[in-house]
């Protein structure tokens, strides 16, 4: 499968955005919003969940990655959440969240050990 991206325009809207509202798709139909932080590093979007695996949006777009949706700026962009755990896609989630968020004492949470097999690269549907 052939990777896609957001246009340029959306990039740049979600590099500047402190936070986003991620929608997710529940077992039972139902949808989740979940405010979470966002970075873009060469054109990729990433997040992460700071709660590990356990966090019900990282769980639900995870077992659903098609039925994802980041709302922001009144736009909603339906997306696909592919697992990004590989080690240059780790680091970079993580150099990015050190830069847009530098001085942010809640960054260090998102660079922990245990919760780099979270991060995530959305792709636009």
Known sequence: ???????????????????IR???????????????????DEGEVFVRSWRGERARWFQAAVDRPDDVAVLLAGRRLEARALSATDDESVARCSSALER??????STRSMVREEILNTTLRLEPR
């Open 1 to 19: 499968m052939t990777e896609r991206r957001f246009d340029d325009n959306t990039l740049a809207l979600l590099d500047r955005e402190r936070e």
């Open 22 to 40: 991620i929608e997710t798709a529940l077992p039972d139909d139902s949808v989740r919003h979940t405010t979470i932080w966002v970075v873009v």
């Open 100 to 105: 847009k968020y530098a001085g942010d004492p």
